[in-house]
């Protein structure tokens, strides 16, 4: 539980905490963030070991042991930072650096602004699920982009107004780890590796992120300038037949979320569950292995615009804004590697996708894909590399679980999210700048139900209702899958040293 480790659970004495003994303290125990060994060596015959902005030693806490010491020490380093910046003139970057060694922590680490978390070459975060103590339950993440004083106050952030001005950042050679231990939280099941919410420019780079299971390593929800770059997301506990794994395809490494009660997103007592988006969100130059899916949003959120909607129309989409995926390497995916659904102006460019370890989606029988683009406007996505995926691309609609309306005749509709794409002429030049390698005999097909009457339907009330519409049928060994209704968009094929370049993409 949160409150169990920040609030006193002893009567031990207090210290007055004045701006240089914050600063003392400070120097002398945060500066380097020792392991439990070191600490305890040092600190065997001092009479205060470890205060905390309140000035209490949390050493004596009757709910500090050896599973929780890291969490409680940690925290309180990251209040003296906060309690130092409160001071007038005071408000600077402070920086904490992990040694070298191994950490487990049992519960939520909370991060003021102007922080930055340092993990050295040869420094191993483990997450922990049990707290020894009855009763105090561990948390479901690691670390919140939330200051310690609001941790614990009910919509303390909203919009972008939370934390500001945060850094975790490794090594970048993969010696620098944060793993999630391929745990299962008893009441949430997710588990969350960096929770970055209600923030504004905060940098994850050059950390190895290792073991997912059915949660996020970064759950990025209401945030803007968001930058994760030079880091590897290693292995996904993926459901394959060992006691106590499940396959979960929602579960990112990189989960592009909204904070919304209906979706149960991004769901802390902290943050306003008001549906922002996210703004301007760089993934760059990162890693991503083993992984069900690499980056991907998975609901979508809306606002009424009238007191009693009756149609689409009387919704407000929420979307996410200048999503950027660049030059990223994402092998073996289990069921795809980016789902783009109510992305706004996304550009994925200069990736390598290599192997969906899926062929089919057995929910519909279609071959699985690369990426999904469900209600995305104008994206661009170009010189990207496509190898030994069933589809490079699949574009459908996307219909909400979580918003229906009842519509003028009574009927119950489910909200609805469409693809709204660049003119023919403009997409034809992005799709052309891609290559596919392997078994994919089209970049893009497109999907709109069980029937393709239905998905003629839905294709003309979008952009690509110039393109040719064609009907396939899809074989899955001897029976036969749906028919659907797809787009055969130009591409270039690699499958040999030479490059295909079909008439479609001639510049001649």
């Known amino acids: 539980m949160v409150a169990a480790l920040l609030v006193p659970s002893s009567a031990s004495a207090r210290v007055s905490m004045t701006k240089a003994k914050v600063e003392q303290w400070l120097a002398s125990t945060c500066t380097t963030f020792e392991t439990q060994a070191a600490f305890k060596t040092r600190t065997a015959r001092l009479?205060?070991?470890?205060?905390?902005?309140?000035?209490?030693?949390?050493?004596?806490?009757?709910?500090?042991?050896?599973?929780?010491s890291d969490s409680y020490r940690l925290n309180a380093c990251l209040s003296l930072i906060e309690k130092a910046n409160s001071f007038s003139g005071n408000r600077k970057n402070r920086t904490i650096t992990f040694a070298p060694g191994t950490f487990k922590l049992s519960n939520a680490i909370f991060v003021p602004s102007d922080t930055t978390v340092v993990l050295?070459?040869?420094?191993?975060?483990?997450?922990?699920?049990?707290?020894?103590?009855?009763?105090?339950?561990?948390?479901?993440?690691?670390?919140?982009?939330?200051?310690?004083?609001?941790?614990?106050?009910?919509n303390a952030v909203k919009g972008y107004d939370g934390e500001r001005n945060i850094t975790f950042r490794g090594p970048g050679d993969g010696s620098?780890?944060?793993?999630?231990?391929?745990?299962?939280?008893?009441?949430?099941?997710?588990?969350?590796?960096?929770?970055?919410?209600?923030?504004?420019?905060?940098?994850?780079?050059?950390?190895?992120?290792?073991?997912?299971?059915?949660?996020?390593?970064?759950?990025?929800?209401?945030?803007?300038?968001?930058?994760?770059?030079?880091n590897d997301f290693v292995n996904?506990?993926?459901?394959?037949?060992?006691?106590?794994?499940?396959?979960?395809?929602?579960?990112?490494?990189?989960?592009?979320?909204?904070?919304?009660?209906?979706t149960k997103g991004v769901n802390y007592t902290w943050g306003a569950m008001d549906r922002y988006g996210n703004n301007r969100l760089t993934i760059e130059d990162n890693d991503f292995l083993y992984q069900n899916r690499a980056v991907g949003t998975h609901v979508m959120s809306a606002v009424a615009r009238v007191t009693t909607p009756r149609k689409q129309e009387d919704w407000s989409l929420r979307y996410h804004t200048a999503v950027v995926l660049k030059n990223n390497r994402i092998v073996d995916s289990r069921f795809d590697a980016v789902k783009m659904?109510?992305?706004?102006?996304?550009?994925?460019?200069?990736?390598?996708?290599?192997?969906?370890?899926?062929?089919?989606?057995?929910?519909n029988n279609l071959p699985a894909t690369a990426v999904i683009s469900q209600g995305a406007e104008n994206p661009t996505i170009r010189n990207n590399r496509f190898v030994d995926v069933p589809e490079p691309m699949l574009v459908r609609t996307y219909d909400s679980p979580h918003y229906s309306f009842t519509n003028s005749r009574g009927v119950?509709?489910?909200?609805?999210?469409?693809?709204?794409?660049?003119?023919?002429?403009?997409?034809?030049?992005?799709?052309?700048?891609?290559q596919a390698q392997g078994p994919a005999d089209r970049v893009a097909l497109f999907s709109a139900g069980k029937d393709a009457a239905t998905a003629e339907r839905i294709l003309a009330k979008e952009p690509w209702r110039r393109l040719t519409v064609y009907k396939n049928t899809y074989r899955s060994g001897s029976s036969v899958g749906q028919i659907v209704s797809e787009v055969l968009m130009p591409w270039r094929s690699s499958a040999s040293a030479s490059i295909d370049t079909p008439s479609e993409c001639s510049t001649s």
């Open 47 to 68: 009479p205060n070991k470890m205060l905390n902005a309140d000035g209490y030693d949390v050493t004596r806490f009757t709910k500090y042991n050896v599973y929780t």
């Open 120 to 154: 050295s070459s040869g420094t191993t975060i483990n997450k922990l699920m049990t707290t020894g103590i009855s009763g105090v339950r561990a948390s479901s993440s690691m670390f919140q982009t939330i200051s310690p004083t609001r941790a614990l106050r009910s």
């Open 176 to 230: 620098a780890t944060i793993n999630m231990m391929g745990t299962v939280h008893p009441a949430f099941d997710k588990v969350y590796g960096v929770v970055i919410g209600h923030a504004s420019n905060v940098r994850v780079e050059g950390i190895r992120f290792r073991n997912n299971h059915l949660g996020h390593f970064l759950e990025v929800s209401a945030s803007q300038d968001t930058v994760v770059k030079g």
């Open 236 to 262: 996904d506990v993926r459901g394959d037949g060992k006691a106590g794994t499940k396959a979960n395809p929602n579960a990112e490494a990189i989960n592009v979320d909204t904070p919304d009660s209906r």
């Open 341 to 363: 659904l109510n992305w706004r102006s996304p550009v994925l460019e200069g990736n390598l996708i290599d192997g969906i370890t899926t062929r089919r989606n057995a929910s």
């Open 412 to 434: 119950t509709e489910k909200l609805r999210s469409i693809n709204t794409y660049p003119t023919q002429g403009t997409l034809q030049a992005h799709w052309c700048s891609n």
